[in-house]
């Protein structure tokens, strides 16, 4: 069993930076991809950026420039360092797994970017 948990969630004003954890019960390099998604409050959940085994990544073209998604197999954890933030950027924010054909996700941790 995968177990995910995000950390580093807050509030922060527009402009500022935060940076998310994911840390996971097994060894990251055994996963085919991780993942973040954010869901905002009545909207669906919605993939933000992925880092494969091999680590490429991918983006939402609307964090393009602005988020970087990376990984550290030595700690099993992966980040996402968030820049420039919007207001636009609220959400509940969710790590997830990919390993032999399942998907596993995180609890979630609140990120609030204020005007």
């Known amino acids: 069993q995968v177990q995910l948990v995000e950390s580093g969630g807050g509030l922060v004003q527009a402009g500022g930076s935060l940076r998310l954890s994911c840390a996971a019960s097994?060894?990251?390099?055994?996963?085919?991809?991780m993942a973040w998604f954010r869901q905002a409050p009545g909207k669906q959940r919605d993939l933000v950026a992925v880092i494969t085994a091999g680590g490429s990544t991918t983006y939402v073209d609307s964090v393009k420039g602005r988020f970087t998604i990376s990984r550290d197999n030595a700690k099993n954890t992966v980040y996402l360092q968030m820049n420039s933030l919007k207001p636009e950027d609220s959400a509940v924010y969710y790590c997830?797994?990919?390993?032999?054909?399942?998907?596993?996700w995180g609890q979630g941790t609140q990120v609030t970017v204020s005007s």
């Open positions: 997830a797994a990919d390993l032999r054909g399942n998907r596993y």
């Open positions: 097994g060894s990251i390099s055994s996963f085919n991809a």
